[in-house]
């Protein structure tokens, strides 16, 4: 039954006291105001988080739950991901990141989400520059040496209003080909975006993994709370196998404290993208619609093609140029609405099928991308939101009305975001993460969490 008038779903629940008094107590509350974590002078069982998902939603989460939450607390958190890092349609995104829609429009919160995804970006960079290693990125392959971040965008969209700290500067055809030789420069006008940045996906987020490691030391050795973060490459196929679920912490095994460090996680927070329609309790329940996504990668062909300028922008039109150094581009994307396939893996067929559509596009502005050679393909499903008056918005929220009925241990769904994960992960993340250590929905804005209400 649907609650009353201007009453929320949550307002009125309270959550259980889980392993006796040791515990803290939660309340989701209807005011605006913060819960309060009752700490007793009695020893603390740890806080306990699974983060389902090891993608920018999944590590932006985890990041800020090791960050926001307060210094003298055990806290425990497990990611579960049965690839491992980047292994969803994260990693394999295009990695182009500005607050604007494609008419270069300011999107809804941009410049808080701008702030923060920078924030996160420059602490991935500072995580790879300290020449620390992790043995779960060493399997994942990608040299970290490389770029994490490379800046500046062209695009061909009418600019309306931008940001000081992401600028957007109309400039003429010899302009714009000044900074790309060749470029077709539609109405001999472009729109250049100095500030914008083109992300290496999978290094960034194996570089965010290694910064929430490392931040696990440098609070464990503080003198205050200790913290741990476990990745399991593990699929998780309903939640039901988060409840009860036994673990017992390295530090304390084979010891009497270890009844401390086991028992149900005090939150579960989704963030699987669009497989968070294949769990049994979310399934159907979601007003997501699913695209797969075929991005092209390309490199000049031997004595034929031209190199790209090693400092030349990503360019952003009907198909976009992702530029990964002057003899490699991605180039993307298709949208194949309605798709459950979520494998990374294109097939032949696939890949030709993505070229017939995407190469007229690019060419059109920049035409040498004819004389580049194919040299693979990736692909992506998206978990696509709901349109609303302010744009595709990313679904955040407790969900235990959802599952229908009250668990011990805490659901929230982070997903939804859609073609624009890069940009909303940070700021949501980061709002995700301080509601679910304070057990207040309403740190998230209402924008967020209405589309519970949808046909209700």
């Known amino acids: 039954m649907p609650p009353p008038a201007g009453k929320s779903l949550l307002a009125d629940w309270k959550s259980p006291v889980i392993g006796g008094d040791h515990r803290h107590h939660c309340r989701l509350r209807s005011r605006r105001t913060a819960s309060q974590v009752v700490v007793s002078s009695l020893p603390q069982r740890p806080l306990r988080y699974a983060v389902l998902g090891a993608g920018f939603a999944g590590l932006s989460v985890a990041w800020h739950l090791l960050k926001e939450s307060a210094k003298e607390l055990d806290v425990y958190i497990d990611i579960y991901d049965e690839i491992g890092i980047g292994g969803g349609a994260s990693g394999v995104s295009g990695g182009l990141l500005h607050p604007y829609s494609p008419k270069a429009k300011l999107l809804w919160r941009g410049a808080e989400c701008w702030k923060e995804s920078l924030k996160l970006l420059s602490i991935a960079e500072a995580a790879i520059s300290s020449g620390e290693s992790d043995s779960e990125m060493e399997e994942s392959g990608p040299n970290l040496s490389e770029f994490v971040v490379r800046r500046r965008f062209l695009s061909f969209s009418n600019a309306q209003n931008c940001l000081s700290s992401c600028r957007i500067e109309t400039i003429g055809k010899d302009a714009a080909r000044s900074l790309v030789p060749n470029l077709c420069v539609p109405l001999n006008t472009a729109f250049y975006m100095p500030d914008a940045v083109n992300v290496h996906p999978q290094r960034y987020l194996q570089g965010l993994f290694l910064a929430c490691k490392n931040l696990v030391k440098e609070l464990s050795t503080s003198g205050f709370g200790r913290k741990e973060l476990y990745l399991h490459k593990k699929s998780i196929s309903n939640l039901l196998e988060l409840e009860g679920n036994l673990s017992f912490c390295t530090a304390h095994l084979n010891s009497d404290l270890c009844f401390m460090c086991s ?24 007003p997501l619609r699913t695209c797969r996504g075929v991005i092209a990668c390309l490199q000049p062909s031997d004595g034929i093609g031209q190199d790209y300028p090693d400092d030349g922008p990503s360019i952003l039109s009907d198909a976009w140029l992702a530029v990964q150094g002057p003899r490699s581009v991605y180039m993307g994307s298709t949208w194949e609405w309605k798709s459950r396939n979520s494998s990374p893996n294109v097939s032949a067929d696939e890949a030709s099928q993505a070229l017939e559509e995407l190469l007229p596009k690019a060419s059109s502005i920049y035409p040498g991308i004819k004389n580049w050679s194919f040299t693979g393909a990736r692909a992506g499903l998206r978990a696509m939101p709901p349109l609303t008056a302010n744009g595709s918005l990313p679904l955040l929220g407790c969900i235990e009305d959802l599952i229908g009925k009250t668990q011990t241990s805490k659901f929230w769904l982070f997903g939804g975001l859609g073609s624009r994960g890069l940009l909303y992960h940070a700021w949501l993340g980061k709002l995700m993460a301080q509601a679910v250590l304070s057990c207040d929905e309403h740190k998230i804005p209402a924008e967020l969490t209405a589309w519970k209400n949808i046909n209700q």
């Open 263 to 286: 028992g149900e996680y005090d939150a579960v927070i989704i963030c699987m993208g669009a497989k968070a329609d294949i769990l049994p309790e979310l399934s159907g329940k979601l």
